[in-house]
Structures are given as C-alpha cells and as structure tokens.
Nanobody, 119 residues
Framework: EVQLQASGGGLVQAGGSLRLSCAASRFTFDDYAMGWFRQAPGKEREGVACISGGDNKTYYADSVKGRFTISGDNVKNTVFLQMDSLKPEDTAVYYC????????????WGQGTQVTVSS
C-alpha cells in the first residue's frame, strides 16, 4: 500500500519560509497526482496545491498563489511545498495526499505536519 511521510513543518515568523516534504513509498510517481492540504483549528480542510504525475502540471489555491511552489522529484518519489512570504493565516496542520491519475479521489494521506507562523 502507498505510504506518505510528511515533514518540514515548524515555527517561523511572518514573512519567513518553510519547505515541506512528502516522501512516498510503494508507488510510481507518474501514476499519481500529489496534493497538499491544510487544516487550521476550527476550519475545514482546504486544498493548497497539487501537482499531477507525469506532466507535472501544478495548481494552487488563490490564497497561496505567488507565495507557495509545489514541485516533485520523480526519482526520489518526493513532493515538496516551498512556502515563502508566510502569513499568520497560513498556520495550520499540513497534509500531503495522493490520488491516482486514472481517477478517483485522494485515497492516500500522510500524517500532518504543523506549520505555525507568528506575527
């Protein structure tokens, strides 16, 4: 079964940067789309960014466009989320997830990693 391991969260001041990583095992990167989601206390989970396997097309939520960059390393089966110009409202638990490009929803989820942005 596909396994995802997220890491890289932490505490940073507003305006700072963090880089999240999501290492995937037991799957072929080209066959999946990878996404980053986040959930802040008292709020619903929201999609932040995703990258499609194979063609590496990327998509971003409006709230992070121009500040976050998602990328993938097909050799290492790892997806990254570079987060720049962080704002306190970016504070949340961040999750990575995978869905097959052949269809269906995000079936596989990693454990969350906490990102806290202080003002």
């Amino acid at each position: 079964e596909v396994q995802l391991q997220a890491s890289g969260g932490g505490l940073v001041q507003a305006g700072g940067s963090l880089r999240l990583s999501c290492a995937a095992s037991r799957f072929t990167f080209d066959d999946y789309a990878m996404g980053w989601f986040r959930q802040a206390p008292g709020k619903e989970r929201e999609g932040v960014a995703c990258i499609s396997g194979g063609d590496n097309k990327t998509y971003y939520a409006d709230s992070v466009k121009g500040r976050f960059t998602i990328s993938g390393d097909n050799v290492k089966n790892t997806v990254f989320l570079q987060m720049d110009s962080l704002k306190p409202e970016d504070t949340a638990v961040y999750y990575c997830a995978a869905r097959a490009t052949s269809g269906g929803g995000y079936r596989y989820w990693g454990q969350g990693t906490q990102v806290t942005v202080s003002s």
